[in-house]
């Protein structure tokens, strides 16, 4: 089971504020920890919306917007995948992630499952999207 910890971004991290050393120790020491355990996938901070852009797909057409965006809240600043036997392991290790934002400011993570290939119907899609390595599983 795969799944992403999502870090919510914060006025902070959109305005392009780098973590302080306290902050990155904390990072890395339970990156660390999720590695030695065999479970971490991956894991990095996304910089700011003001550098990133949206597709936007209506009517048949796509239409580019580019950043900053608005709702703070609704933005993503970085992510962790990890890879564990089960919702509970996922939990526990969620439990333990440093408050990413420092621990006396406000912040958010949510945790979603990842989907599996197997978790689709067999089809020739599938099987192509297995063959190059999408959502490819790995050893546990």
């Known amino acids: ?3 992403m910890i999502i870090v919510k971004a914060s006025e902070q991290s ?3 504020v780098m973590p302080d050393e306290k902050l990155i ?6 990156h660390e920890q999720l590695a030695k355990a065999g479970v971490l996938l991956d ?3 996304l910089q700011a919306s003001a550098k990133g852009w949206r597709i936007n797909y209506s009517g048949g057409k796509r239409t ?6 608005a709702e703070t809240k609704e933005l993503v600043a970085g992510y962790t995948i990890i890879q564990v036997r089960s919702r509970d392991e996922a939990l526990e290790w969620t439990r333990r992630f440093p408050a990413p934002h420092g621990e006396d400011a ?9 989907f599996e290939l197997d978790d689709f119907p ?3 899609s599938v ?7 999408v959502g490819a599983l790995t050893a546990q």
Do not use: K, W
């Open 43 to 45: 894991g990095s901070g």
């Open 127 to 133: 099987e192509q999207m297995r063959s190059i390595g």
């Open 14 to 16: 959109e305005a392009g």
């Open 122 to 124: 067999p089809s020739e």
């Open 25 to 30: 120790a904390a990072m890395a020491d339970y």
């Open 106 to 114: 406000d912040a958010q993570i949510e945790v979603r499952q990842m």
């Open 1 to 3: 089971m795969r799944y």
């Open 64 to 69: 580019v917007i580019d950043g900053p965006f």
